[in-house]
Nanobody, 125 residues
């Protein structure tokens, strides 16, 4: 079992920045992908970014490329998502998820086994 706890959400003005954190505990592995997903009201959940815990390789959704940076601190079992130049369209609940025993990250939510409870990000229009 892997437990994931997100934090760092809030309300930010358009153009502002936010850093989300995801702390993993339990059966954490180097051979694991940690990803960030988001879901806005009335919309399907979409992948934002993911990072491989062992290789450090990353993948981003086109909608956030150039505005988001995913990083990890293995010593703290924490994955960060830095979001800059926030837009109203970024308003959503952001979820951290883990996919164990994979060598490459793919932002397909059905592949992720463990999920956090989510943290709300609101960018007023």
């Amino acid at each position: 079992q892997v437990q994931l706890v997100e934090s760092g959400g809030g309300s930010v003005q358009a153009g502002g920045s936010l850093r989300l954190s995801c702390v993993a505990s339990g059966y954490t592995l180097d051979y694991m992908c940690i990803g960030w997903f988001r879901q806005a009201p009335g919309k399907e959940r979409e992948g934002v970014a993911a990072i491989h815990r062992g290789f450090g390789s990353t993948v981003y959704a086109d909608s956030v490329k150039g505005r988001a940076t995913i990083s990890l601190d293995n010593a703290k079992n924490t994955v960060y998502l830095q979001m800059n130049s926030l837009e109203a369209e970024d308003t959503a609940t952001y979820y951290c998820a883990a996919q164990p025993w994979v060598g490459r990250c793919a932002m397909v939510d059905g592949l992720f086994v463990y999920w956090g409870q989510g943290t709300q990000v609101t960018v007023p229009s």
